[in-house]
């Protein structure tokens, strides 16, 4: 209830500032952290997502399924073949026609050169592959691929974030592009620049994918939200890293 | 998959105060909740955690219930020689975990 109260209050409270965020504006989620959460994430020692970080990259060379082959078996060694990877997800699939994010290529790639089977979302080995994965890109900017088999997934994630949804009747542009300088209850409301995924969120307990917070955002606007791996979330994703271009990536990162 | 990230100076001079910080990976399950359908989770959490210098006992802990998934532990101690710090941690359903960090000491 008092959940309620201070969304229509910060909403009564906001000025019509409706709008997509200027290039110069846009703030990673890290800028909003307190100090002693930045440090924790700043220290590989002390930042809990390098314990996944380290079960991927055992996974990465670990044989599976009927060819007893490895990640590094095709792809040698992840700091090389894995650099700038995450930078460019989701991709256009070409088999699929359609774009797939980072989970859903270690899964094709577990079907269809391993035959072994998927991994669930938000499993440990899953989140631990993505996180070694991702982990190899710190520090790149985001760049989507220059890919015009995007464009109509891409206006579709755009649409998906400006529409209203749920009982509360929120978009995520009324938080996230409007609201990003205000407070929810006490928690800061951040521009979802989705820079460090998988990442390591201390409410959670535990690393999370971007779909698993997009999904805890709908729940908390009261709508019904959308499956792991469907369309709809990954257009989301694809939106969130076009609308992120340029912004180093993080991962793992770690938010309240 | 258990793993544990360890930060131990790799050098200090004699006498110097350092930190070490001792971070493992474990769900930390109180014992207290419940599954959707009702039934209780078991507790599953590290229930002890100890520090050996050159073999020698410089810091424990006992874990309770109420601490965060990923329990972080840092402490200080004094550099007294060169040698090996290792760690150890103890839990439910015979959780069990070591680790090891070396230190000159000029």
Redesign the interface.
């Known amino acids: 209830m008092r959940t309620v109260v201070a969304i229509i209050a910060a909403l009564l409270l906001a000025t019509a500032q409706a709008g997509e965020i200027a290039q110069d504006q846009r703030r990673s989620g890290y800028s909003f952290m307190r100090s002693d959460t930045k440090a924790m994430q700043d220290d590989d020692t002390s930042n809990p997502g390098m314990l996944w970080v380290m079960d991927g990259e055992a996974l990465w060379s670990q044989r599976i399924g009927a060819p007893d082959k490895a990640c590094a078996d095709c792809h040698g060694d992840a700091r090389a073949s894995m650099k700038g990877v995450a930078a460019r997800y989701p991709a256009f699939d070409k088999a699929l026609g359609r774009p797939v994010d980072l989970e859903q290529r270690i899964n094709l790639c577990r079907a269809e050169h391993q035959q072994a089977p998927p991994l669930d979302y938000e499993s440990h080995d899953l989140l631990a592959l993505t996180a070694f994965v991702s982990h190899q890109s710190r520090g790149m900017p985001i760049a989507p691929a220059n890919d015009e088999q995007l464009a109509p997934f891409l206006a579709r994630g755009r649409e998906l974030f400006m529409q209203r949804q749920g009982q509360l009747n929120l978009a995520c542009a009324n938080c996230h592009d409007d609201n990003w300088d205000k407070h929810l209850a006490g928690s800061a409301i951040t521009q979802a620049q989705p820079t460090g995924y998988p990442m390591y969120r201390l409410e959670w307990q535990t690393l999370g994918s971007l779909q698993r917070r997009l999904r805890g955002c709908m729940t908390g606007v009261r709508a019904q939200a959308f499956s792991y791996g469907s369309p709809e979330l990954v257009d989301l994703e694809l939106y969130l890293m076009s609308r992120a271009t340029g912004m180093p990536i993080e991962t793992p990162a770690v938010r309240p | 998959?258990a793993?544990?990230?360890?930060?131990v100076p790799k050098r200090a001079r004699r006498g110097d105060v350092i930190e070490i910080?001792a971070?493992?990976?474990h769900v930390?399950e109180p014992g207290y909740r419940r599954t959707a359908s009702g039934e209780m989770i078991p507790r599953d959490i590290i229930t002890s955690f100890s520090c050996r210098y050159n073999g020698r006992e410089i810091f424990r802990a006992d874990l309770f219930p109420a601490i965060?998934?990923?329990p972080?532990l840092s402490f200080f101690t004094t550099a007294t020689e060169s040698g090996t710090f290792a760690f150890e941690w103890i839990g439910d359903n015979g959780f069990s975990q070591v680790a090891s960090a070396a230190i000159t000491v000029e």
Not at chain 2, 3 to 7: C, E, F, K, Q, V
């Open positions: 998959m793993s544990a990230l360890i930060n910080r971070l493992t990976s930390m965060s998934a990923n972080y």
